[in-house]
């Protein structure tokens, strides 16, 4: 592997707690179909792994295994893909099901159409599990009353403990299972130590505080939970966009409705004013304004006519419109983005894989921590055996790690969702955390820092012209009969009246030749004017003036003169300056690559304020240069649209492809794709990074400070049962409800 080749991102966690309750979530990409599945690549549901420890087991179980290739786990629809050699796959399933695991095979595409919506065999969604807590919380509160007002009377006593047993079972039934199960294999993960603490603390006596730590713990499970989809119904909203339905035109000229889904590619649809383009296509028929927000981020809306692309999910404004399909519904724009975005939020960001791996020695060190205290304070401190094994429960409820494994997946979900409110598509937590490292960004010149498409920019008829004929109407003329694209420019800025041209011919790299009302004229470059003599030192003047400026300029003649001059440029976008002065005010260097020629990128550069413009070079010299700026500069971006692009976009840590006008190669090398090719985006998504980062750690700050704090407490035997379980899951909610202020962002 090159030394800056970007590592492959890891299907993972499913952003949601390492508990039970992060089932809730839905991953909306299906997994791949059996049809579609390459040799050896085979797609399991397992019923039990719902939670990133979960999947962080079966990692485990399967690392000291050959012959695997990848794993891509789905949580929210419970599926795992494995690409192993076919001779080593009975192996990793027997692995898996040592794990404590039961992996079954999808078989069928309504298996697969099952897990894409998020198909559970149990229901953990909030709506189900609201009552049941409840129930379990009254419960609890009952057995906390029998405690203190009933007689100390063994009958008030068993009947307490019955209450608490009651409401233990409603609230932690699935955390028992999971638990009992995870102590039986030797491993301690979260559901392991609420078991062993709750159970102990029914044993020695509290059980009204064991009652109530569940019912707590499963109630703010619920809630974070909940929270937690918060972030991730961000993305699944965007299922919703598309129609179900829309009007397809028959065989007949009758326009009839029919199910989104099972329209064909190259059908006609009709979409009315007001409603929601069904799928991506090209308009046949009709103007209209389309609002774009919900695929490209752009507030205002879109004007669009015959030709131009509309996209599944926008909504059509003013006029009717026909449109020609070229997207099935699976594979329309809005689809491909909630697929990016699902495969992304699973990635693993560096500071959530330092969580992962610190978790993996925390949880363990704190049950032996637990354990010590429980077995030494009665030998060092005068302790009962009852009063430390309470204490070391109690210690137990405080260390679990849930805060703290929570503390980056909704972050990083929350950062995607709100990257791709703007019309950013960030494929992977790792690019969203590292763009705030970005020291150098490389900016291709066409259809990036410009427009991309040449247009009139001057003309003027030489003070020698004057003729019969309106130089501009004898240039419109001409041009129109090419398909050159500066001639194309040239017919289309030039609106009015158009003359026949005889004896057209077009004069191979120089330009166009014809007759108009008997003259003979010439419409083309340079060397074709030079070449006929025609030149002169004021006009090679002219000329100079206009190619420094990165113009192409074309030139009308008749016989013995020439009549006039026009410019074509492909002129900067809008947005290009405003966003090279962000990025140089961020202490990014801005740098242009492009195989233009050096003066036209020099001309272009100085307009948009970039200092360092390199032309005349290949994709070769393009990928050259990003290797250069990551050894001058350190973390290099670059941001670029076309197929001679994508090496240097592999080539660079991080990529950016314009999603509009971006070539799919380009778009598929990138690891970020601005959808309304806007580069003001590129300064939205390293400040999306700076600040999400800077989340990142305050929810690990929070998540062990307050642990540290009552930890403290514990060991000094200030800390209860109850202030144990408010430590845990107060820290939680915090650093969940701190995540999501993201998406407010």
């Known amino acids: 592997m090159k030394p800056n080749a970007k590592p492959t991102p890891e299907i993972a966690s499913c952003g949601g707690s390492a508990c039970s309750h992060c089932a809730d979530d839905v991953a909306v990409a299906a997994p791949t179909p059996p049809a579609a599945q390459a040799a050896g690549v085979t797609t399991f549901r397992i019923a039990t792994m719902d939670c990133a420890s979960e999947e962080g087991e079966i990692r485990r179980a399967l690392e000291p295994l050959g012959g695997i290739r990848s794993l891509s786990f789905q949580l929210g629809a419970r599926t795992l893909t494995i690409d192993a050699d076919p001779k080593d796959l009975p192996q990793a399933l027997e692995a898996i099901r040592k794990a404590g695991f039961d992996p079954k095979p999808l078989t069928s595409t309504a298996e697969h159409q099952d897990a894409s919506e998020g198909a559970h065999d149990h229901d953990h969604g909030f709506e189900a599990g ?134 064909a590619i190259d059908a006609t649809v009709r979409i009315k004013p007001g409603e929601r383009v069904p799928l991506d296509g090209l308009v046949t028929s009709g103007n209209s304004a389309v609002d774009q927000a919900s695929v490209t ?45 699902e495969q992304a939020q699973g990635t693993r960001a560096p500071t959530q894989r330092f969580v992962d791996r610190f978790a993996a020695i925390y949880t363990p060190a704190v049950f032996g921590i637990a354990l010590a205290v429980a077995v030494l304070m009665p030998l060092l401190a005068d302790l009962t055996w009852m009063q430390a094994v309470y204490k070391a429960l109690v210690l137990l409820v405080i260390a679990c790690p849930c805060a703290l494994v929570i503390s980056t997946p909704v972050t990083v979900v929350s950062g995607l969702a709100a990257a791709v409110r703007k019309g950013i598509l960030i494929k992977g937590g790792i690019y969203l955390e590292q763009a705030r490292q970005i ?14 498409k040449p247009r009139l920019v001057h003309w003027e008829a030489l003070p020698w012209s004057a003729g019969d004929l309106d ?47 008997g003259q003979r004229f010439v419409l083309g470059n340079h060397r074709l004017i030079h070449d006929q003599g025609l030149c002169s030192a004021e006009l090679e003047a002219k000329l100079a003036e206009h190619e420094a400026l990165g113009r192409t300029i074309t030139l009308l003649a008749a016989e013995d003169r020439v ?28 740098v242009m690559l492009t195989g233009d020629n050096p003066a036209t990128a020099s001309a272009i550069a100085a307009q948009a304020g970039i200092a360092d413009a390199r032309g005349d070079l290949l994709p070769q010299d393009k990928q050259a240069a990003i290797g250069e700026l990551q050894r001058a500069h350190g973390m290099t971006a670059m941001v670029g ?39 003001r985006r590129l300064a939205s998504t390293i400040r999306l990074s700076r600040k999400t980062h800077a989340v990142l750690w305050q929810n690990i700050a929070l998540a062990l400070g307050i642990k540290a704090v009552f930890l403290v407490l514990a060991v000094f035997g200030s800390a209860t049962m109850w202030m144990a379980v408010f430590a845990d899951m107060g820290a939680s909610l915090l650093v969940v409800g701190n995540g999501l202020r993201l998406l407010r962002r």
């Open 130 to 263: 609201i009552g049941r807590m409840g129930a379990a919380l009254g419960m609890a509160i009952a057995a906390e009353t029998v405690s203190f007002f009933a007689p100390d009377l063994l009958i008030w006593k068993l009947a307490g403990m019955a209450v608490a047993a009651v409401a233990i079972w409603l609230a932690g039934l699935d955390t028992y299972t999971k638990g009992l199960k995870a102590l039986r294999q030797g491993r301690l993960n979260i559901n392991a130590l609420m078991t062993v603490a709750v159970t102990g603390a029914f044993v020695i006596g509290q059980w009204p505080e064991a009652a109530m730590v569940m019912a707590l713990y499963a109630i703010a499970e619920l809630i974070e939970a909940r929270a937690v989809d918060r972030a991730r119904n961000a993305i699944k909203g965007l299922m919703a966009l598309a129609p179900a339905e829309a009007e397809v035109k028959q065989p007949d000229g009758s326009w009839q409705a029919q199910a989104s889904k099972s329209i």
């Open 297 to 341: 981020g752009e507030s205002i809306p879109v004007d669009k006519a015959v030709g131009d692309s509309v996209f599944a999910g926008t909504i059509n404004q003013t006029g009717a419109l026909e449109i020609r399909v070229t997207a099935a519904a699976n594979d329309s724009t809005l689809a491909r983005i909630i697929h990016a975005v």
């Open 439 to 452: 020291k150098a960004v490389a900016l291709d010149k066409t259809g990036t820092i410009t427009q991309g």
């Open 471 to 517: 130089p501009a109407v004898v240039g419109a003329s001409l041009a129109a009969r090419s398909d050159h694209p500066v001639s194309k420019a040239i017919a289309e800025s030039l609106a009015g009246e158009r003359l026949d041209v005889e004896a057209f011919e077009a004069l191979v790299g120089k330009g166009v030749q014809g007759s108009l009302q």
């Open 563 to 590: 009549l006039a001059l026009f410019a074509v440029a492909d002129t900067l976008k809008d947005s290009s300056t405003q966003a090279v002065a962000e990025l140089n005010a961020m202490g990014v260097k801005t």
């Open 641 to 679: 649209d076309g197929i001679n692009d994508a090496p240097s976009l592999a080539q660079a840590d991080i990529g950016f492809a314009m999603g509009g006008a971006g070539t799919d190669i380009a778009m598929e090398a990138a690891d970020v794709i601005i959808m309304n090719d806007d580069l």
